[in-house]
Structures are given as structure tokens and as C-alpha cells.
């Protein structure tokens, strides 16, 4: 079995997701009183990543566990709602050049998987319409209906990405060297470097200079 592997932020979608949210919730017709606590709230580990004493995975973990304890008590349902809310916004910003090779692996019986350190819910409802077989984000902890605020989130970035691929894919025969992954950010490596045709989107420099030393295709 081959397997294509999307990155979302940066990759099918040509943006941040967490931006995106953080204007979401500013100008919210419901939620955006919060917006100015949240925004203290992430200052904290967004300087601390600043001045190189926080980890990028960290402050990403934090910002996100911040987000969500910014919108008070939400069932699944309400959360549901609240990203689908951002669903054509999103869609209007997929790269069409990702958006095709997704196509081409769906129309060649390939297992297209997209694995983002995004909330999980929030890529489900963006989503909708595109035929992946596995969607891997980051899981928003629930306790029955409602959100679960003491629990942690575990936020996929990296080679944590790997693991819930690994997990996903347990059991079943790959073939890896003609598998397909795509990724714009250096942290997307250990992804790309799963499969025999790694692609990079729009790279930062950092994964730009690999990708040329290593002859890695470039949209």
C-alpha cells in the first residue's frame, strides 16, 4: 500500500491556522470579550520562545491549551460549530497545486493521510468534501460532551507526527519508497524523510537549503 502524507498549515492551506483563529476569536460576535485575556495569557510563552528559552513545540502546546481554555465551556458540538464557522475562509485559502496531487493519489488508490499539529475538530470540518483516509491532529481532550480542561493537550509537531503515523498505519504492508509526503517547515523533516518522494511546499529557507542539497522535488 502507498500512502501520501499532507502537512495543512503552510502546505494545503497556504496559512497559519493559529492566526486565523486569534482573529476568529477577536471579532466573534459571541466570544471576542475574551480575546484580550487570551492574548495576555499567550504573551508569556511566545516571549519566552522569543528569547530562546522556551521550545517552538512547547509554546505551540501552551498557546493551543491557552485557546481553548479561552473559550470557556464548550460541548463538541459547540466547538464543532465554532471552527466550522472558519470552513470556506479556509477552503479559499487551499494551494491549488497541493489540492491537485491530492486529487491524482485520491484517483490513484492511494492512502492519503493528513497529519497537522492543528486541532483535530478543526481540520475535520475543513475538510469535509476532500476524501482523506486519515486525519491526525491535535486531539481536543474530552470528558463525555463537554471539553475536559484538566486534561493535557498534546500538541503533534515533529517527530511526534511520526508516532501517530506509525500508530495509524500499524499493521498494514507500506511501501514506503513509493509513498508521497509534502511539508513546508523544517519540522515537517522526519515526516518527509519517511517516504521515497518527499515534496517541499513553499519551504522555509531552512528546509528550502535540504531540499536542494538532497534533490527533493519543490512547489
Known amino acids: 500500500m502507498r500512502v501520501a502524507i499532507f502537512d495543512f498549515d503552510g502546505t494545503l492551506y497556504a496559512e497559519e491556522t493559529f492566526q486565523l483563529l ?28 522569543k528569547m530562546k528559552l522556551v521550545p517552538e513545540a512547547k509554546m505551540k502546546e501552551q498557546s493551543m491549551q491557552i485557546y481553548l481554555d479561552a473559550l470557556g465551556r464548550q460541548s463538541k458540538e459547540e466547538l464543532d460549530q465554532y471552527f466550522g464557522e472558519l470552513a470556506e475562509k479556509v477552503r479559499q485559502g487551499f494551494n491549488p497545486d497541493v489540492l491537485s496531487r491530492l486529487e491524482q493519489h485520491i484517483a490513484d488508490d492511494v492512502h492519503v493521510m493528513l497529519v497537522s499539529g492543528a486541532y483535530t475538530p478543526l481540520l475535520q470540518s475543513v475538510t469535509k468534501g476532500l476524501q482523506f483516509d486519515t ?7 474530552l470528558n463525555g460532551p463537554d ?17 501517530k503515523i506509525e500508530q495509524a498505519l500499524e499493521g498494514k504492508d507500506i511501501d514506503w519508497k513509493n509513498s508521497f509526503a509534502y ?11 519517511l517516504v521515497g518522494h ?13 531540499a536542494e542539497q538532497r534533490k527533493w522535488e519543490i512547489i
Do not use: C, W
Not at 511539508?183 to 524523510?193: A, K, Q, R, T, Y
Open 22 to 49: 486569534m482573529d476568529h476569536l477577536k471579532h466573534h460576535p459571541v466570544h471576542h470579550p475574551k480575546f484580550k485575556k487570551f492574548y495576555r495569557a499567550i504573551l508569556k510563552p511566545y516571549i519566552g520562545h
Open 135 to 141: 486525519i491526525i491532529g491535535t486531539e481536543v481532550p
Open 147 to 163: 471539553i475536559d480542561y484538566q486534561a493535557p493537550i498534546h500538541h503533534v509537531h515533529g517527530p511526534r507526527k511520526n508516532e
Open 183 to 193: 511539508g513546508d517547515s523544517f519540522s515537517d523533516i522526519p515526516v518527509l524523510e
Open 198 to 210: 518527499p515534496v517541499a511546499v513553499q519551504p522555509e529557507p531552512r528546509l528550502q537549503a535540504i
